[in-house]
């Protein structure tokens, strides 16, 4: 016996179910309509809830490209439904775990969604992949901030957390779950290094799990992450079977730390190496040259009545015409070329594989450039000519320790700056040691 049911039968099953359901715009992942339940889930009213979309409402779904990934996917997945674990956001701010399936179906020749969402808060049952973990796992992998994994090492199945996966941009349903997709994504440079720890702890040789490394994510690009774990069950030969771990994104405080050492080791007004870093550029550069006998010269550089300019114009235009110098020295020397911020108005070139006669004729090629380019006031609409003065000393001809070398460079660059300034000595000290 056949029956017809009436639309208002179909209202109340709609109304009466009790998980969330919604119907969806796949264009622009608009809710069109909901039962009560879902409303009643979200703290929300009825009004409320239609003003919202699938990104506003769903903590695994960031921006309209990645709603345009999930709609490829479930119109490749009809007639199935698709299915993902995710979150979604409350009223007062918190957020809950859902299992959701979606499926589409056709409405006056349009194409809709149709997703059903468990809250599973307010169910006993569990993700099947969880079914034989304990509850304090299971509530650690679906409820901590920083992304988590558990590999059982007999199968090598790893589970990601929804966390881990949308720290590196994947889709719920993404990442297939096993080792390989964590050891392939782990920057090549980090690799061997990291697995070396992983094992040091499977051996028993470390006592749990450390690591800090570069890890793609789905576009392509690097983040920085702090990865710890601990072997959580064995057999009875003390096996290692399952290993349980957290992954921290540390990306931030690893940009800060690269910004302190950057800050510590250059001049912030110039962005050259600052004088402390400079000895060891230095140094490196000189063990170089005596290692291939190759010669090395250094020019130490004053600009000259620089005094003047900041008494005169300020120190504001001081800084610009210091930055003036560096951008056009920049332009001019090689890339094997090195200039430091020596201190104040003073600069320390040094010229690998340069003899003492070709590092002159740069100098004066440097000379005639800045002469030809004068430093140009935009606000005042007028040019401030500036020189400078330089002695110059080489590897191995003055000496071949790095303090002699430059005490060679200061002491011509001295007399140049006696003599009236705007000029190039060589230093006529050393004794090649």
Avoid at 66 to 75: D, L, N, P, R, Y
Avoid at 163 to 170: D, E, I, R, V
Wanted: aromatic letters at 10%.
């Amino acid at each position: 016996m056949s029956m017809c049911f009436s639309e208002g039968f179909y209202k109340a099953i709609f109304e009466g179910c009790s998980d969330a359901i919604y119907v969806i715009d796949p264009q622009n992942s608009r809710i069109l309509d909901a039962n009560t339940c879902a409303w009643q889930d979200l703290g929300m009213s009825r009004e409320q809830l239609l003003e919202h979309s699938v990104i506003s409402l769903q903590q695994g779904v960031e921006n309209e490209e990645h709603w345009a990934q999930i709609v490829e996917i479930v119109f490749a997945s009809h007639p199935n439904a698709f299915t993902f674990i995710g979150r979604h956001y409350h009223q007062r701010g918190t957020s809950f775990p859902v299992e959701v399936y979606t499926s589409v179906i056709e409405f006056e020749g349009q194409p809709l969604f149709l997703s059903v969402a468990r809250n599973l808060d307010r169910t006993s049952s569990q993700r099947e992949e969880f079914r034989t973990r304990d509850a304090r796992l299971t509530y650690a992998l679906n409820e901590a901030v920083d992304g988590l994994w558990d590999w059982e090492i007999g199968s090598n199945e790893v589970f990601f957390s929804p966390q881990l996966k949308q720290m590196l941009g994947y889709l719920p349903h993404e990442m297939t779950p096993n080792l390989d997709t964590w050891t392939q994504a782990v920057h090549e440079s980090d690799r061997e290094r990291v697995i070396a720890a992983l094992n040091d702890h499977l051996e028993g040789r470390a006592g749990s799990y450390s690591a800090e490394y570069q890890i793609r994510k789905r576009d392509g690009s690097y983040i920085w992450v702090r990865d710890r774990g601990r072997i959580c069950q064995q057999d009875d030969e003390g096996n290692p079977l399952r290993v349980v771990g957290m992954v921290h994104d540390i990306t931030r405080s690893k940009d800060l730390e690269e910004q302190l050492r950057e800050q510590a080791s250059h001049d912030h007004l110039t962005g050259l190496l600052n004088r402390r870093a400079g000895y060891i550029h230095f140094s490196k550069q000189l063990s170089f040259a005596l290692r291939y006998s190759q010669s090395l010269a250094v020019c130490l550089i004053d600009l000259d009545h620089f005094k003047n300019i900041n008494d005169s114009f300020g120190h504001l235009v001081g800084d610009s015409v210091l930055k003036h110098f560096v951008e056009l020295m920049s332009t001019t020397l090689r890339k094997s070329d090195s200039l430091m911020r020596w201190g104040g108005e003073e600069f320390l070139l040094l010229l690998p594989n340069t003899e003492i006669c070709s590092a002159q004729q740069l100098i004066e090629q440097l000379k005639e450039k800045l002469g030809d380019n004068p430093v140009v006031l935009e606000l005042e609409g007028r040019e401030i000519n500036y020189t400078f003065s330089a002695g110059l000393a080489s590897f191995p001809v003055h000496s071949q320790s790095l303090d002699s070398l430059i005490k060679c460079a200061d002491d011509a660059l001295y007399e140049a700056k006696a003599e009236g300034r705007n000029r190039i000595y060589i230093s006529r000290e050393g004794d090649g040691v």
